[in-house]
């Protein structure tokens, strides 16, 4: 086929542009499971999943939660990975060569690219608190069973400027480092090694947890189904929810698909990722509710959960700051996969559209990071008054980046796919030319991702907007 020579033809000039070497990618079937569920597994699967479930219906959400996943993230999930398998390149040099010429698809690339840069300037401070209680917890520095003590602890530390800088820096360093070594040494290596010790972190905090006294109440908080909390905007919120956690709409898996063996199985590896990214955060709600409700400590979906109520619950308990450490590191594990995937965009695109070596694009990514990022930093001290729209910086990047950015480009890519790109590409692409038979699930995703998935990514955007 034409467009398959193009492609070919466009991979040998991409090797003789780096002096005839091959390009980096994932080497195993496990590598490729490992990465893409690091991307997926973040700081949202260890309490706002879990909370969300708990507030909307336990079971019940999860039902609806699945439903949305499969009609919503799973798909754009599936077609990232695709598209970027078949051409081989960044997210926006991918949609540039697959669409017809002098279409602009590549801004849905494009706005991938820009949202992953923008949510690692506020994410790397997230992740930078996540790094300071780590080493917080280790010396003992807020073990107190008063939330009140905990509270002043967190304040102290996103309110002193130079220790928001320094955890900051200190994450993109440990992220740049990674990328330095390369796909298959660095992000696969990493996060074959990560994944395992997250799920063992989990098990062991959660049979810890169980075994508290009123730790029943914590479990039908998570678990219980109630139908009666089920309501149109619960649906919305699962149907958000099902496209974020994926790491869908960022360039993420569009990259990462690139890195893929031409044997690899897409839709059955990202059904695993999915189920898998779903584990965790089941996993993570047994390892804090019940915990969380055997102390009495009040259930909250975001910063105050993490870094207020868990120091305070662990305290609370026998070897309670061994858990704590413990708590932490996997904190940091999840925030590291997540953080990989996320910086690895703009790295792959300048590497590539620039014909910069890795290590020059990785550190003139951090850097630009540290300096962007620090606005961030310090949205709650030294830049606390200064507002753009009404909104610090950190609540400026992530409100663009989850309310525009991300769903306008999934629902590009989806449309692109559907509609663009074609049913007989796809069936090619995900049979992988004939030796999967699976093509009634192709089939059906083709259906799925041209009419559905684009009419629930629209009103993803709506919510988001605040207009319905």
Known sequence: MELEHELES???????????KQRDGFTTALGVIAATLGSAVGLGNIWKFPSITGQNGGAAFIIVYLISTLLVGLPVMITEQMLGRKARKDAISTLRELAPKKQPWWLAGAAGVLAAFLIMAFYTEVAGWVFAYIYKSVVGGFLSTDPAVTSQAFVDLITNPMQSLLWQWVVLVVIGAILMMGVSKGIEATTKRLMPILFLLLVAIGIRSLTLEGAGEGLRFLLQPDFSKVTWTTVLVAM?????????????????????REEQN?????TKVMLADLLVSMLAGIAIFPAVFAFGFEVDAGPSLLFITIPAVFASMPLGNIFMV?????????????????LEVPVAFINEKMHISRPVATVITVVLLALIG??????????????????????????TTSNILLPVGGLFIAL????????DRIVDALTNSGALKNEWVVKAFYVVIKFVTPVLLILVLLRGLSII
Do not use: N, R
């Open 10 to 20: 466009g991979k040998a000039k991409d090797a003789a542009a780096s002096g005839g």
């Open 240 to 260: 958000g929810l099902a496209f974020f956690k994926l790491s869908t709409g960022m360039g993420t898996m569009i990259t990462y698909g690139s890195y893929f």
């Open 266 to 270: 897409i839709p059955g590896t990202a």
């Open 326 to 342: 413990l708590f932490f590191i996997l904190a940091g594990i999840a925030a590291t996969g997540a953080m990989l995937s996320l």
């Open 374 to 399: 620090s606005t961030a930093a310090l949205s709650s001290s030294t830049l606390a008054d200064v507002k753009v729209f009404g909104f610090t910086f950190f609540d400026l990047f992530d409100y």
């Open 416 to 423: 692109f796919a559907g509609w663009v790109w074609g049913k």
